[in-house]
């Protein structure tokens, strides 16, 4: 998988995390299923955790 492919799927993510903190997520199980499935994809390709990566990177840029 090319970084840009990665760059997006972490774009889809983050979009999706806002996307149900706006809604309510007991009833949106259509978005945690794609949250599930791109975390899944990314530990995949990477060997990582996206979540523990998108916070060491928080941390990086501040």
Not at 50 to 62: C, G, M, Q, R, V
């Amino acid at each position: 998988m090319k970084k840009s492919e990665l760059k997006k799927l972490v774009s889809e993510y983050k979009s999706l995390q806002l996307k149900l903190a706006k809604r309510d997520s007991a009833r949106n199980h259509t978005v945690l299923k794609k949250l599930d499935e791109i975390k899944h994809r990314y530990f995949h390709e990477t060997g990582n955790d996206l979540e523990s990566d998108l916070k060491l990177n928080a941390k990086d840029t501040t």
